[in-house]
């Protein structure tokens, strides 16, 4: 009866807030983006970007997920081949979430707590730490691709300053919100840890989590692309104090990588080493291919006791991650008679899901409450419109229903165009300026043409095995000078 009576006070207002819930419940991130993601991973970026024009616009439906989909059209657009509303779109985001820096966790803790009587849809999105690190390694690309390396090298010190705001705070504030969820369990009269604690409970989570849970991420929030890159802009300036830097920055990289795949970025900490003490730096290719899509979150319905006889279970709605098959697992560049094979640079599948694992726990504590409170209040209310009026009691159990429907939704809000992997390879540059890459399963890209005597990087986006993928080649023929070009393959 202790729930029982503590919910009694959740039943005031409950059915006006039917109203409110039924409008929450419009089309989610994922489904508003599929028309984008099924030409985007069809290799038809030009119409992707059209697709994905109608979504900035609409301020009106999707205001507090701007942010996301702004580092959406940044992926599409640079696909897309174009660079200014690339680098507008990345710009948008950067600017959204750049306040957060240094912010204390309890700002963003108490916008999700609040969220307690709807769901954490109606938050509004500022971005994981992986968004905001990946959105400055993109902004960063575009700007090489611009021959702009100082712009490059300050977008790669933000995204170093994310990764260490995140390993500072990220302890703290998921402790807080786990502390809120307690909180809220407590003020709402409700037992998550029993609830938690139920036989049919834990082995549904355990079937849906499980295999996530083996998931870990880089030390301390870092995405070795990001690193990589930032070696290879300091590298591409020529200055003695930025070489030994770089040097830094590639060892750096080549510790977060196996012992296979180090060896490129193991090759390039010497020779940048060699270069900071006077040594020439050899003319070089580095070829980057982003290979298949990222994560994306699918609902996972799981009952739940109220520990009411006459209600016994509650359905939920979690947020469970799953990943796309359909990459290509390795590249091979041929050049000047040679064969370089790929190494993995960043897997994304682990960096993504290594951040939903530690914010899990209490997203799970928070959804429990958040139903479960929901439906003693629609029950309680029930019940007291009966005692008074049966005849109108169907009201408040319509009007309740439509409170849960409308309320009872997992939040699947994740960028969809982030890559599944990262491949990377290095090779001396190649005396006729020509280089193919065959992606595994026998595509061929090229030939590309890059510089003979100085540096030149290769990006390459393939969505999918298969598909046309976007190329874009950035040429430094001098410390100081760039040419970008685009090709399609």
Not at 125 to 139: A, E, F, K, L, N
Not at 436 to 447: A, F, M, N, T, V
């Amino acid at each position: 009866m202790g729930a029982l009576t503590r919910g009694r006070r959740l039943a005031r207002g409950c059915a006006p807030c039917a109203i409110a819930a039924a409008l929450l419940a419009g089309c989610s991130h994922q489904e508003r983006m599929r028309p984008v993601i099924e030409r985007y991973e069809l290799g038809d970026y030009a119409r992707a970007a059209e697709a994905i024009a109608p979504l900035l616009e609409d301020r009106r439906e999707s205001e507090k997920d701007r942010t996301l989909y702004e580092l959406e059209a940044g992926s599409v657009f640079a696909a897309a081949g174009d660079l200014a509303r690339s680098i507008e779109a990345f710009a948008a985001a950067d600017e959204r979430m750049w306040p957060y820096l240094d912010e204390s966790p309890e700002v963003r803790i108490s916008e999700e707590a609040a969220a307690i009587l709807t769901n954490q849809t109606v938050i509004t999105y500022r971005g994981r730490t992986y968004d905001r690190i990946m959105c400055c390694t993109y902004q960063a690309l575009n700007h090489l691709a611009a021959g702009e390396l100082d712009a490059a090298g300050v977008m790669l010190r933000r995204a170093y300053e994310w990764q260490r705001d995140a390993t500072e705070k990220n302890a703290a504030e998921i402790e807080e919100l786990e502390k809120q969820a307690d909180a809220a369990a407590q003020e709402k009269g409700y037992d998550a840890k029993a609830a938690m604690s139920d036989a049919g409970v834990k082995s549904g989570l355990d079937s849906a989590y499980g295999p996530l849970r083996e998931m870990q991420g880089y030390a301390d929030f870092a995405v070795p692309y990001s690193t990589y890159l930032q070696a290879l802009q300091l590298q591409l300036t020529g200055r003695a104090d930025a070489l030994a830097q770089a040097t830094v920055a590639f060892r750096r990289t080549a510790g977060m990588l196996s012992e296979e795949d180090r060896l490129y970025a193991e090759l390039d900490a010497q020779l940048a080493e060699s270069a900071a003490s006077g040594a020439p730096l050899a003319p070089a290719v580095h070829v980057i291919v982003e290979s298949g899509s990222g994560p994306w979150l699918d609902e996972f319905r799981l009952d739940i006791p109220l520990f009411i006889r006459q209600v016994p279970y509650v359905g939920i709605a979690l947020p469970v991650l799953k990943f796309k098959e359909g990459a290509a697992g390795a590249f091979t560049v041929r050049a000047g008679g040679e064969a370089y094979p790929s190494r993995v640079l960043t897997d994304m599948d682990r960096v993504v899901a290594d951040e939903f694992n530690r914010r899990l726990p209490a997203i799970v504590t928070l959804t429990i409450v958040s139903s479960a409170t929901k439906a003693i209040a629609t029950y309680l209310a029930q019940q007291a419109v009966y005692e008074q009026n049966p005849d109108a009691a169907w009201v408040v159990a319509i009007a309740g229903a439509l409170y849960q429907v409308g309320t009872n939704s997992a939040d699947l809000r994740i960028w969809l165009t982030l890559p599944k992997r990262v491949l990377y390879a290095r090779l001396p540059a190649p005396s006729d300026g020509s280089l193919e890459i065959d992606l595994e399963g026998g595509q061929r890209i090229g030939p590309i043409s890059v510089e003979s005597n100085g540096a030149t990087i290769v990006h390459v986006r393939a969505p999918r095995a298969g598909v046309a993928p976007a190329v874009r080649t950035m040429r430094f023929p001098s410390a100081q000078g760039a040419v970008a070009t685009r090709s399609r393959t």
